[in-house]
Structures are given as C-alpha cells and as structure tokens.
C-alpha cells in the first residue's frame, strides 16, 4: 500500500496523459502573450504553436501560481487521497512560484512536503520517477522525501541553442551581446548552479564545436550511465535532439536516452531550437 501521493507542477515537461498513466497529480502554470493568458495542458499541439509564434516574435511571459491555486488543488488531492503528499517544484532560482505552494501546507488536513528541485524540466520529472519508485517500494513518507531532497543535486543539465536572441529578451544578456554572440555564430552552453539559477558556463564558436564540448561537460558529470536513462527535451527541434542521441550513444552508454517536448515555462526564456540534456550523475558543484 502506498504511503504517500506525488505531485509536480506542468514545468517538468512530459505530457499530462503520461502523468496520469502513472498517477501522479500535477498542475499547470499560466502564460501570457500580453493579450490572452493560456493554461499549460502539456499537449504537443500547443508546444508547436507556441514555438512556431515565438519564431513570429511573440513574446511570452510565465506568471506563478497563486497560493489560491494551490490551496484548492492540494485540498482535492486531500479529498480524494487522506495520504501525504510529495510536491516536487520548478526550483526557487527560476520561479517564486515553491512559496506560494508552501504558503498553504498549513490549511491542509494532510502533510506535505514542497521539495526545490533546484532545476527545470525535465530534472523534475527524472525526481518523479524516483518518488514513484520509493512509492512502489512502500517507503515511508518522511524516507521519501529524506531520500528525494538528498538526490536533487545528483541531477545534472546542461542547455546549448545556436541564438542568443531570446536570452536577450529575457534579460540574461543585452541585445548588444546577443547580435555580436549571433554574427560570430556563437554557442552558448548553460547548466543549473546549486540554486538553480540557469547560468551561462560556456561559449563555444560554431555548431561543431559546440555539440563536442557539450558531449565532453555530459560524459564529465555522469556517473555509471549504464545505470542511467539520460533525457534530450528539444524546444520544437527533433532533428536536433534525434542527431545529438546518435552522437551521445556513441560517446557515452547510458542505459536509454528519451526524448521530451520542452514546454512554455522553460521555452518562453530560452526560445526554439533549444536542446537540454539531464540525467543522475556526479554531484553538483559550483
């Protein structure tokens, strides 16, 4: 018998029917294009839209999810459930959204446990499935979470793009930078730093070079990949993430690499064509 729930919210970028094939609960931020607020339904079809308007020159921005929000959708959970539950959250350094899920822990008849996953996407979901692993095995709650908040720094990332034309938008860089980044076909390599703030680690001239120093900075973090299932989540670039599986299989034996859809809460700062890789690995370190 279980002993607890899981729930993430709609940045760990699977879909919501896989999710619910595997019962956990999730729950969706907000975007805007300055006109009209869309829900994130994690359906593929709206990631194509999304991106494909993004490369019009929408520009979109994420709003959090309110403490309102949060308290009714912990209370249906309660209702249905009367276990503890595990929130595993989109990490502090990127969003404020984490405090307004702890905001409202103590209107619930239940426990539970809001965990920083001090990372984005898909590093959320890769915490999902050990939760649902340690669930199947009948671990106790408190274990649970012990376990799962010790592990978030053995989940690495790392993010490369061949534009820096959306990370000016988003303020990472000035415009001035992006449009001399873009004439020298610069590429910028991005992982998560301790916090989880998205931080620019290298920059390599060239696409070539790129995927190369990307493959190396992937190999150096990991750690028994035999053991491990790496995840590419492309922002609307299959092609992309399809060559960069065929080139880390070659270079690196992780057990399965899957692909994911990155989703509009990540996308909206980092823009198409993106790809991210994450996996467990070696522990984090600034």
């Known amino acids: 018998m279980k002993k607890f729930v899981i729930s993430v919210d709609s940045s760990c970028d699977t879909t919501a029917l896989e999710l619910d094939n595997l019962g956990v609960y999730h729950i969706s931020f907000n975007y805007t294009d300055g006109e009209n607020i869309f829900v994130d339904d994690m359906k593929e079809e709206s990631l194509k839209r999304f991106y494909e308007a993004m490369r019009k020159g929408v520009n979109y921005k994420t709003s959090q999810i309110n403490p309102n929000d949060f308290k009714l959708y912990f209370k249906e959970i309660e209702a249905k459930e009367h276990l503890p539950i595990i929130h595993i959250s989109l990490t ?28 984005a996407s898909v590093g959320l979901f890769i915490l999902v499935k ?115 599986k065929e080139e880390l299989l070659k270079e690196i034996p992780f057990k399965d690499i899957k692909i994911h859809f990155m989703g509009p809460i990540v996308g909206a700062h980092t823009g198409p064509g993106l790809l991210a890789c994450f996996y467990k690995g070696k522990r984090r370190v600034n």
């Open 92 to 119: 502090k350094g990127l969003s404020a959204t984490i405090d307004n899920a702890i905001s409202v822990k103590d209107d619930l008849g239940v426990e539970l446990a809001v965990i920083d996953s001090k990372m």
């Open 130 to 244: 050990e939760a649902l692993k340690l669930q199947e095995e009948g671990v106790s709650f408190a274990d649970a979470v012990k376990h799962i908040e010790d592990m978030v720094l053995n989940v690495n990332t790392f993010y490369t793009t061949n534009t820096l034309t959306y990370f000016a938008r988003g303020g990472r860089l000035s415009k001035a930078q992006a449009l001399f980044g873009n004439m020298l076909l610069i590429n910028p390599i991005l992982d998560c730093d301790l916090d989880g703030h998205l931080r620019v680690v290298k920059k390599v001239r060239g696409e070539k070079a790129a995927k190369k120093a990307y493959i190396e900075m992937i190999k150096h973090m990991s750690l028994n990949p035999e053991n491990e299932e790496l995840y590419i989540c492309h922002a609307d670039n299959l092609d992309g993430a399809l060559s960069l």
